[in-house]
T-cell receptor, first 113, second 115 residues
Framework: NAGVTQTPKFQVLKTGQSMTLQCAQDMNHEYMSWYRQDPGMGLRLIHYSVGAGITDQGEVPNGYNVSRSTTEDFPLRLLSAAPSQTSVYFC????????????FGQGTRLTVV | GNSVTQMEGPVTLSEEAFLTINCTYTATGYPSLFWYVQYPGEGLQLLLKATKADDKGSNKGFEATYRKETTSFHLEKGSVQVSDSAVYFCALGTDYGGSQGNLIFGKGTKLSVKP
């Protein structure tokens, strides 16, 4: 079982460029989420999905888009990268139910110059 | 709304010292509570959880008890090792309200254990 797979692991972008962070899970989880991790800020929710075709905004959605065409995949798109988006990004998946564990990918370290 | 507050770090301990990382929460209803650990360069992984009041979660020598009366879920370990150096996150889970399907995390506490 691969769990949650994120690609790439590292990326450097120039201001204004766009890119897509990939996330795939093989556990048939309905819920998937994207977080960013910044020093002193913990994990902040960007966007989430409770099933294929359904997405919603989290705490810090501006500058990011998502889609969920399949249960397995939940890509995060940066539309026009800004230095403020320099961060470590984590994708997570989980089954419904408040007792269920979230599984995290290894993260993508993004630097915008 | 729902929230988690955990003690700020960093925390530096000597090997075999006793560890406590405080975590308190605010939530409507009866959430589940989790501790996650993040080793350097890795993603988060579940350390332990508790799903109802007075439950004790335990794993790898770590323990935490769900205290509804004090809305707390403090993480403890009797004797830390260098390999426990990591960032620890307290989190709560509900399936209602604005956090539907998502865990709410504290800001994390960095632990460094010196030999």
């Amino acid at each position: 079982n691969a769990g949650v797979t994120q690609t790439p692991k590292f990326q450097v972008l120039k201001t204004g460029q766009s890119m897509t962070l990939q996330c795939a899970q093989d556990m048939n989880h309905e819920y998937m989420s994207w977080y960013r991790q910044d020093p002193g800020m913990g994990l902040r929710l960007i966007h989430y999905s409770v099933g294929a075709g359904i997405t919603d905004q989290g705490e810090v959605p501006n500058g990011y888009n998502v889609s969920r065409s399949t249960t397995e995949d939940f890509p995060l798109r940066l539309l026009s990268a800004a230095p403020s988006q320099t961060s470590v990004y984590f994708c997570a998946s989980r089954q419904p139910g408040q007792n269920t564990e979230a599984f995290f990918g290894q993260g993508t370290r993004l630097t915008v110059v | 709304g729902n929230s988690v507050t955990q003690m700020e770090g960093p925390v530096t301990l000597s090997e075999e010292a006793f560890l406590t990382i405080n975590c308190t929460y605010t939530a409507t209803g009866y959430p589940s509570l989790f501790w996650y650990v993040q080793y350097p360069g890795e993603g988060l992984q579940l350390l332990l959880k508790a799903t109802k009041a007075d439950d004790k979660g335990s794993n790898k020598g770590f323990e935490a008890t769900y205290r509804k009366e004090t809305t707390s879920f403090h993480l403890e370990k009797g004797s830390v090792q260098v390999s426990d150096s990591a960032v620890y996150f307290c989190a709560l889970g509900t399936d209602y309200g604005g956090s539907q399907g998502n865990l709410i995390f504290g800001k994390g506490t960095k632990l460094s254990v010196k030999p």
